[in-house]
């Protein structure tokens, strides 16, 4: 281990503090002092200090005693000569002292410090030549310049990184070595070092040289000041290493990372190519075109494996990008068919799958497109087109189409890594493409099946003016179960419905037509609309229990969770009931004129309606809300993707409520016109959601077109009714239904005296169809009989379904009401108005 001195001398650096007099006599020697030069106190103390100094330092006190006292002090180097004859180098710092300081004599502190015996040993034989050696035989390129930047001195590796060797470089400017290089960035370095004397190291410069013009060439560089003794600048010390291959590398990475990034971000199939186009240019290509079977952007699945005959499957154009507009002007624009000579490379890549690699195209060969425009005729040459890369888009063993890569600015031609990264790119981005197309063709699955369950015509009725806009969601995720409708109902009345499944997809769509099919069902059993929630809520239960203990809101195509509005209005009594099963309650637009009635408040109101449990959920019963609406005023039904908050956007529902009464208040539009311009106020042009709007005007049954008599429960008052009928019939010009409207009256009386209680009533009603009610105050239901030739009753009911289109009961707080229609001369069944996705239509009376 050696002795305790021999440890000291060989560790790292010992710092002295020496003081000294005015006459630079030593006032102090610590034992650090002593350790580092070998020297005792006794020896040295009192004596000059410059007799420490080696001999080839000995002349320099005199300029150092200047230095001292024009600036307060000095820092440098110094070789003392130790006691055994061997030089040690220190760095020295001399700084004076006040001579208040309170110890008279001292007036100059030294500091002094070496590295160690291995430096004291290796500097100690290290020459000039030695230094010169390894500046020569450095991979590094080395070379100073003056103040004025022109060339004093470089090694010789910097020859390989272009401007000659050093006697062409002598007392040149960088500007002037490498005529093509950026030398203003460079020397703005320089001179930024010279004057602030901080260093600037690993400085990347990009460029060509003139050692190899036609690729970029990447450059790891750094400054350092130079300065001679009394730390004057005298010019710049640059280094500079090539980095190529790692600037490459990284830029390659960087592709691929911004190719992660920014394709796929949309499940659009176009806007997917268009960004894979717009991701490699100019990085990889100057110029790209991305093609694609058609078959792929309409969402197909294409045939797996290469293509047998690719001159016979037609292209289109996805994604196009030039690096400067119009080089080159383009053979085919987007969305337009791009068709290719069967021995071209692009239908060669789509035939076999590979890749193709032309480093240089031939400048007399025409351009690769078939059927090209009237008066277009171009060799590659007059493209500018030089070199050329073609990869064709596979992905699963499925190929989608092929992408042509092209360079006509950038001198340097494709080489394989260009390839293999343009391979990666299109590889990476072909997983994107058939995503993109495999949701198109479920999302179009999934609108098609929601369209057609969606009413597409509305069946005539006088109630109300109806208008409907539906605008389907933008994104698979948001295509879901939104449905609406309006339903006839007897006694001139009509039901509007709109109603919610919860979860997305093709599942939730034909959830929808279920619930749909059930609300139509119930309603023909003129149910209130609390008691056809009920039976909605209790067969949808029934339904997920049959499904299993799995079904889950919103999961599976379940209706659980699902919301339905029901609302009926009857235009006689001008009486609107409504109940929610967990949807929002409708809005109510007042009328701009008078109607039937009259009425005070707000312009657009929202009913106080009890919101009962969403379907399938259970726990609470539903309850209806029921309102006296003046003519003209309008329903609004919708689902909440009308009221929605925008993206990122934080609202409450009265949020959502004023935007839709500001809406609704705009202006006095047509109802078509009104609902188009609500939807296209509230909702985004591509909602993440479904919107469904349906409005309705209300209209008042005219008094004169309403007859009713109350009758008392006696046989013979069926003859009196029947000349009562008869006598209204004529007075609205029906005479040739006398007949079989008396038959009608004659039976339904008959039936309610007979077999009815309490008080009866006839009313006939004229609308669309003639209707006939009589309703008394019993809960027994009526059914249709089969009589056996021999029976002496038995036939009325049967009779009427003969002689009325329509009939049926509906029950009331009071008893029940039996009903019969008969189609007036030419207002038969009808087709309404069509109703399609992102369509408004309006539901006009004959």
């Not at 100019?282 to 045939?303: F, H, N, R, T």
């Not at 997305?504 to 959830?511: L, M, Q, R, V, Y």
């Not at 069902?521 to 949808?540: G, I, K, Y």
Request: charged share 25%.
């Amino acid at each position: 281990m050696g002795t305790p001195e021999e440890r000291v001398d060989a560790g790292v650096a010992d710092a002295v503090t020496l003081l000294l007099d005015a006459e630079g006599r030593l006032l102090s020697w610590p034992p650090a002092a002593e350790r580092l030069l070998g020297r005792r106190a006794a020896d040295v103390l009192g004596a000059p200090a410059v007799d420490l100094l080696a001999p080839e330092d000995a002349g320099r006190p005199q300029e150092i005693a200047e230095r001292c006292r024009a600036e307060g002090g000095w820092t440098g180097v110094l070789r003392l000569r130790r006691d055994d004859g061997m030089r040690v180098t220190l760095g020295v710092r001399v700084a004076g002292l006040p001579e208040d300081i309170g110890v008279s004599p001292v007036r100059w502190m030294v500091l002094a410090a070496e590295s160690g015996r291995t430096a004291r040993s290796a500097g100690s034989r290290m020459t000039p030549a030695m230094l010169e050696r390894i500046a020569g035989q450095t991979p590094i390129g080395l070379a100073v310049v003056d103040t004025e930047l022109r060339c004093v001195w470089a090694n010789a590796a910097l020859e390989r990184f272009g401007g000659g060797p050093f006697q062409e470089r002598l007392g040149r400017r960088l500007g002037e070595i490498q005529p093509g290089l950026n030398a203003t960035v460079l020397e703005a370095q320089m001179c930024q070092v010279l004057e602030t004397g901080v260093p600037v190291i690993d400085y990347e410069h990009v460029g060509r040289f003139r050692t190899d013009p036609r690729r970029e060439q990447a450059h790891s560089m750094s400054f350092v000041r130079l300065e001679d003794e009394r730390g004057v600048p005298v010019g710049v010390c640059y280094s500079v290493v090539d980095i190529s291959d790692r600037w490459r590398a990284r830029r390659r990475l960087s592709l691929l990372d911004r190719a992660s990034e920014h394709i796929g971000r949309t499940l659009d199939v176009m806007h997917t190519a268009q960004d894979l186009a717009d991701v490699v240019v100019p990085d990889l290509a100057d110029y790209v075109a991305v093609e694609l079977l058609e078959s792929v952007i309409k969402g197909a699945e294409p045939q797996p494996g290469p293509l047998g005959d690719a001159v016979a499957v037609p292209l289109r154009r996805a994604g196009m990008r030039a690096a400067r507009q119009g080089e080159p002007e383009p053979a085919f624009g987007i969305g337009a068919v791009s068709a290719y000579r069967e021995d071209t490379p692009p239908i060669r890549c789509l035939t076999d799958g590979s890749s193709w690699l032309s480093p240089r195209l031939d400048p007399l060969e025409p351009e690769w497109g078939a059927r090209l425009p009237a008066g277009r005729s171009h060799h590659f040459g007059e493209l500018g087109l030089h070199t050329a890369m073609v990869v064709p888009i596979r992905a699963r063993g499925v190929t989608l189409g092929v992408t042509l890569f092209f360079r006509l600015r950038r001198a340097d031609p494709f080489d394989g890594e260009d390839l293999r990264l343009a391979e990666e790119v299109v590889a990476r981005a072909a997983v994107c493409l058939d995503n993109a197309r495999r949701y198109t063709r479920e999302r179009d699955a999934a609108l098609v099946l929601q369209q057609s369950l969606l009413p597409h015509t509305f069946p005539p009725q006088d109630a109300v003016e109806v208008a409907t806009y539906y605008r389907p969601a933008d994104e698979l995720s948001g295509v879901g179960g939104d449905w609406f409708d309006v339903i006839p109902l007897s006694g001139a009345r009509v039901a509007l419905v709109v109603g919610e499944v919860v979860g997305h997809g093709i599942e939730a769509a034909a959830t929808m037509g279920q619930l749909r099919t059930a609300v139509r069902t119930l309603a023909d059993l003129d149910l209130p609309p609390e008691e056809l929630l009920a039976h909605l809520d209790d067969l949808v239960v029934q339904v997920a229990r049959e499904a299993g203990e799995t079904a889950t809101v919103g999961v599976g195509g379940s209706a659980l969770g699902s919301s339905c509005l029901y609302v009926t209005y009857d235009p006689v009594s001008r009486h609107c009931v409504m109940a929610s099963a967990g949807h929002l309650p409708p809005a109510v637009l007042r009328p701009a004129g008078d109607g039937c009635g009259s009425g005070g408040g707000e312009a657009v109101r929202f009913p106080e309606l009890p919101v009962g449990p969403a379907l399938g959920l259970g726990g609470l019963p539903f309850e209806a809300a029921d309102l006296k609406l003046d003519e003209g005023s309008v329903l609004a039904l919708y689902t909440d993707g009308l009221v929605a908050p925008a993206e990122g956007a934080s609202e409450t529902q009265d949020s959502g409520r004023s935007r839709l009464r500001a809406a609704l208040e705009a202006e006095d539009l047509p109802l078509d016109a009104l609902c188009r311009g609500v939807v296209d106020e509230l909702a985004p042009a591509r909602p993440h959601d479904d919107v469904a709007l349906l409005l309705a005007r209300t209209r008042c049954l005219d008094i004169g077109r309403v007859a009713s008599w109350d009758l008392p429960a006696d046989p013979a008052i069926v003859g009196r009714a029947r000349e009562m009928s008869t006598r209204q019939l004529e007075a609205w010009g029906l005479g040739d239904l006398a007949f079989t409207t008396e038959l009608v009256v004659s039976e339904l009386v008959t039936n309610a005296i007979r077999h009815g209680s309490g008080p009866i009533r006839l009313r006939l009603i004229l609308e669309r169809a003639l209707i006939c009610e009589v309703s008394d105050a019993s809960s027994t239901s009526p059914h249709l009989r089969h009589p056996r030739t021999t029976d002496e009753g038995g036939r009325g009911l049967f009779l009427i379904s003969q002689f009325a289109q329509r009939w049926g009961t509906r029950y009331t707080d009071d008893g029940k009401i039996i009903w019969a229609e008969q189609f007036l001369d030419g207002h038969g069944p009808e087709v309404g108005l069509s109703i399609g996705i992102d369509t408004v239509t309006v539901g006009e009376p004959a």
